[in-house]
Structure formats: structure tokens, C-alpha cells
């Protein structure tokens, strides 16, 4: 009898055990990767009153006779390897583990050594370290390689620590390539003005300083498809005109863009060459005052000149281009000598050439026959000490297309040239971290400012042989043991077996209410029946003591 009151209490303490898990697992129903646990009973030993019995030839065997002493609780299993359901935040730093083949668990260190989580809720904290949003463990992975930046090396894992200064910009780029494309219409009156159509880029050099190159497109001969390019400045963010610092220093036009060539101008009603010269040796006169060229003459009142007649007249009068000749482009003027005969000048400019094909209206060549890229020599610019932060540029005019479109052109220049879905060559200015992202492999990438996306690490993934003999210690992380097998301190990529990582998403508890409700009921009762077991029991007693009256 007094088994019975016993086996009923073991009852008692087995089935308030399972309610505890039940319990606990009911209150984790929200806790982000929570993995719930179920109690497995067993029976406890069993006193044997009658040994068995072996048959003989004149009577059968008997059976043990045997009493049970209860029930106590066999074991407590989490289900680990179960994945709970998908909660979406659209934060890019929380992420999910999908796992194909094995568990996956995020690795993270506490400080004094590496546990193991699946909840991957993660923030940056204050020295730029990938984080626990919930504990603050620094969650791990593998480094950039720093002779390669484009590679991971996965050795031993170490804290990801991805705001770390060299990580919060990205270096500039130096443009080296540029293009032109669109249509160029003869009859737009931009071709025949003055400053000719003016179309211009932006450029970088490797130090990350823009400048501006400005070209202006000419017709020559719209029936022939002739048109010239030259290029009229390349100003800086100052609005400095680096260009004209570097001719007026006594730098060659010709040496940056272009190619020299000599065209005559008829010289003005009243004016004639007296002297066939060039430079300061030409002379052009009105048959009263000789004007002797200059290319630059600054007058009594400090004002200056470019390429000027001046007159040997009291007032030593000064005659532009325009005036004498009627030359008004912003182009450049290389040299200006004697035409073809009295009446002309010959002013040489610096351009390239653009020729169309007249039937199909496309591109035949640009500078000479047989190319269609020409080269800005723009290192050449600036200080000495700063010639190699500004690169050569080429200059692709393949993509211009001569139409008829109204009278209405719509080319445009643009640094880089095109190459699938990316510029190449276009340069980039410093760029500063704009965001973070990581892809299904776990690797971080952080977007600039300036276009780039730098490889900045990569989160490492622990697997074990068995996953549910890992010890659960709280705080959503668990530790090895004697029978989960151990960590090799180096972690595996988690797209190993098929595996991966989806941002923007959490992983939820796995505890299913219906289950759990099922289970309290059930618990209830058995709760119940071992407390009448206890109770009979009691009563069972007590009618053995009132024996005596």
C-alpha cells in the first residue's frame, strides 16, 4: 500500500515537471528562434516479489512477479531541428537561417568564448562590431583578405567588425574612358553659331576632384557629313579654367586634344596683308596705319589681350579677329599668319574631325579614317607634383548618329563607356557608407555614396552532429557538450549543403499552441489521477488503523 502513496507522488513530481516545460514553452511563443521542448516519461524500477519460473515435464513456468514504483521523467528533448516560421521586419540585419541539409547556428562570443545562436536579430554597436540586438555578443565570421579585397579568408573565426574607419569610405576612382552618343541634327543653328553645340562631362581624378571638360561641336560641310570637336575648357570645382592656365603657361593646345589646322579668313573691307609673316612678323595694314600681330598685348591701362592687331598709331589701337576678320569661335588660336593671298588670314585652330556617313547617317570615323576613340591627354594638366592624380581619357564617339530630327540635336557626353550594365572607366568621386546589405552566403557588403560595393566580411556558420546535444543556457544560445560534438573554432560557409541566409527576416518560435494546449490537458489529468491515486491511498490507511477499534 504504501508503494501506491509513493508511485502517486512520483506521478505528481513527473507531471508538475512536464508542466514546467509546457509552461516554458507556452511563455517563448514569441521569443524570436525559440525552440521548444518535450518531456519523454519512463518508468522506475521494479520490485520483484516471485522470481520467473522454468517449465517442467509435469508443469508449465511461471512469470516474474513484479511491482512498479512509479514514473519519472525520461528525458527532455528540444526539438532544434525544427524550424519555426519566417517573420518579416525589413531590416537588413536581421536574418534567417534556411537550412537544407543540417542546423545552422550563428556563431557568437560572449566575451570568454564562442556559443552558438539561431537568432539572428543583429545591430552595429558603438565600435562598429556586428552584434546580438539582444545579448550584445559579437557575432563572427571570416575577414577580407588584404592582399586581395575581393576575397574571404577562412581561417579562425573573429568579430566582425564592420564599421571600422578604412570601411566608412570608399577611394575614388580616376576616370579614364568617356563617351558621346545621341543625334546631331546639321540643321540645329547651334552648329553654326559662335560656340558651336557645347556639350560637357564631368570627370574624377584619383583624388577624388572633379572637373569639367566642355567641348563644342562645329558643322563644316552638313552635305559631306563633316563636323569638328574641340575642346574649349576644363574647368575645376573652383571654376578655375585649368586649360587656359596650362597654355597661357606655355603648354601646346594640341598636346591635350586635338590636331592643328590651318583655314582662311577673308580679312575685312579696307585691310590687306602689307608683310607675309607670321607671329609678331605679320603685318596688316588699312593704307594709313600698319597693325602688327600680337598673342597677347596688354595696353597702358593694364588691360590684356589675345591674339590682337595693334596699331602703330598714337593711340596704338587694337584690332581683334573679329574685327579684322570676322573670327569669333571661342576655339583656341594656335597661330595666325598670311592666307592664300593678301586678302585672308590663316588662323590656325585645334580640333579633331567628326565625319557621318551620308547614306546611313552613322559614325565613319573620328580624327582620322579608321578610329572612332580619340584621347584627351588631360595628365598633362596642373602642377607637376600633381600630374599623376589626373588620367588620360578616351573618348568614344562611336554611338553619335547624324539625323534629321527637326532641327533639334540630342547628343550628350557622359563619363565611362558602356559595358553591360555598367559604366566602365567613368571614375568615382569619395564615397561614404550609405548602407549595409548581406546576401544569401553571408557575406556583408557596404554601398557608398560614390556607386562602389566593397566586400566587408563574412558570417561564419557552426554545424554539429548532433544538434539537440547542444545545452541550452539562455539568452537564445547554446554551448557544446560531451554528445553535441565539438567546434573546430573555424566555422563552415553556409551554402556548404544548399543552406542560406535571408535578410530582412527572423526566424519565430517552433512551439505549436494547439500541441501545447493538447499536452496541458493531458498533463492536467494525469496530474489529477496520481493526486486520487494518493488520496485512495490515504483512505486505504486509514481504514487499516480504525482496525484496532
Known sequence: MMRSLFSGVAGLKTHQTKMDVIGNNIANVNTVAFKSSATTFSDIMYQTTQQASSATENRGGTNAKQIGLGVTNGAT???????GAAQST????????????????FIVSNGSENVFTRAGSFYIDGNGNLAMTTTGYLVMGWQV?????????KDTVSALRIMKTENLTSAPEATTMANFSGVIDKNDSQFNSTNGYVRSFTF???????????????????????????????????????????????????DIFGTQTAKDYSLADGYTVSNQGTGTSLIITDGTTDYTYN??????????????FVGNDANSTVLTLAAVCGYQSSTPVNAVAAGTDNSKLAITTTSYALKFDTQEGTLTYAGTPGQTQLTMNSSLLGPSDEKAAI??????????????????????????????????????????MTGLSVNGNGKIYGSYSNGNTVLLGQIAVAQFANASGLEEMG?????????SGEFDGIGIEISADGSSMNTGQLEMANVDLSSEFTDMITTQRGFQANSRIITVSDTMLEELINLKR
Open 391 to 432: 588620367s588620360n581619357i578616351t573618348i568614344d564617339f562611336s554611338q553619335l548618329l547624324n539625323y534629321d530630327n527637326g532641327g533639334t540635336s540630342t547628343a550628350v557626353a557622359n563619363r565611362g563607356i558602356p559595358d553591360g550594365s555598367s559604366m566602365k572607366g567613368e571614375g568615382k568621386k569619395l564615397g561614404t
Open 475 to 483: 539568452d537564445n544560445c547554446y554551448k557544446t557538450t560531451l554528445n
Open 204 to 254: 574624377y581624378d584619383s583624388l577624388g576632384y572633379s572637373y569639367t571638360a566642355k567641348f563644342a561641336i562645329k558643322l563644316e560641310d552638313g552635305t559631306d557629313g563633316k563636323y569638328t570637336v574641340e575642346l574649349t575648357s576644363i574647368t575645376d570645382s573652383n571654376n578655375q579654367d585649368i586649360l587656359a592656365k596650362y597654355i597661357s603657361g606655355g603648354g601646346n593646345y594640341s
Open 145 to 153: 583578405d588584404p592582399n586581395d579585397p575581393a576575397n574571404i579568408l
Open 90 to 105: 525589413g531590416d537588413a540585419l536581421d536574418i534567417r537561417l534556411t537550412d537544407a541539409n543540417s542546423t545552422n547556428f
Open 295 to 308: 598673342e597677347t598685348y596688354t595696353d597702358a591701362s593694364g588691360v590684356t589681350y589675345n591674339n590682337v
Open 77 to 83: 528533448k528540444v526539438s532544434i531541428t525544427s524550424a
